[in-house]
């Protein structure tokens, strides 16, 4: 199942900052370790704010709730998720827009 994200991180102005410089690193070590899984399958920040749009494939929406809640950061996002279905117009979700012009016909 394929889920969007958006994820806002907000962090209060007098949190420790070497507490919240941990979390970050375990943040980014638990991401990259979803990515490897296959279950957060894009990451993209959001230019000018601290903010990331995500796609994750999960098994359920009892699985997502568990990678979400599991985030380090997790007591400091807003987050919103959107299920996600194929669109009968899509090509591929495989091909990327450059890939369009050169792929054969």
């Not at 994820?7 to 007098?14: G, L, N, S, T």
């Not at 690193?25 to 601290?50: D, F, I, M, N, S």
Request: a negative charge; charged letters at 30%.
């Amino acid at each position: 199942m394929l889920f969007l994200a958006e994820m806002e991180v907000r962090i209060p102005h007098d949190a420790d900052p070497e507490h919240i410089a941990r979390l970050q690193a375990e943040e980014k070590a638990c991401a990259q370790q979803l990515q490897r899984t296959g279950e957060w399958r894009h990451l993209w920040r959001v230019a000018g704010r601290y903010a990331n749009i995500s796609i994750l494939d999960v098994r359920t929406i009892d699985r997502l709730h568990e990678v979400l809640s599991e985030l380090p950061l997790f007591p400091y996002l807003d987050v919103r998720v959107t299920p996600l279905a194929t669109h009968p117009s899509a090509i591929s979700d495989l091909v990327r827009p450059d890939e369009l012009s050169t792929r054969p016909r």
